[in-house]
């Protein structure tokens, strides 16, 4: 049981190593790897014990906080995948299939001769898109939904698919490209 809470100990301690100072640092391993006493950790550092109990109890706080932190990004970059689910299902095995045999569906989008504004750029990375594959996936009218796709946008996202002629990639493309824009704020 000791060898388990060593490695928590050390997994926490190295975790949390760039949020510490480097005196922190050292006070959390003499105490929980060298399992040195308070007492005998003041001496070293030319403290008191009382001080070095309440450097531990600062560098704990500091690294609980730390703790919760990266447990809300996780708790938040599921959300983001479920979402993501909800707005495209998980495709078909044939899709799928499709999807890696088609040499023009994997390609990058960054390595398109086309440029992006950095407005749609943004909304591409957010939504984690890197290739034609993944940007055919999702349906036309999806992007009217997303936040800060606007008319602009809608152009330029006309213009790239055409740029590269990629339209039969996308169901009902000239019926989307020919709807009146929105141009409400």
């Known amino acids: 049981m000791h060898n388990v809470i060593d490695r928590t100990n050390r997994f926490y301690i190295e975790m949390s190593r760039k949020v510490l100072s480097k005196k922190e640092y050292d006070v959390l391993c003499k105490l929980l790897i060298e399992k040195t006493p308070l007492q005998e950790a003041g001496e070293q550092y030319g403290v008191t014990s ?10 704990l706080s500091k690294v609980k906080a730390v703790t919760e932190l990266l ?29 890696k045999t088609d040499p023009l569906r994997q390609k990058l989008l960054y390595n398109s001769d086309f440029t992006f504004s950095k407005r749609l750029q943004t909304i591409l990375e957010t939504l984690e898109i890197k290739t034609i594959g993944e940007l055919s996936k999702l349906t036309l009218k999806d992007f009217m939904c ?25 169901d009902g493309f000239s019926r989307w490209k020919k709807e009146p824009i929105d141009r409400s704020p």
């Open 146 to 170: 997303i936040r800060g796709f606007k008319a602009k946008c809608k152009e330029e996202l006309i213009a790239f698919i055409e740029f590269e002629n990629i339209e039969h990639l996308f």
């Open 71 to 99: 447990s809300e990004i996780d708790r938040y970059e599921k959300k983001l995948q479920d979402l993501k689910r909800q707005l495209n299902p998980t495709p078909s095995t044939e899709e799928f299939r499709k999807d």
């Open 50 to 59: 009382e001080y070095v109990e309440q450097l531990y109890e600062k560098t």
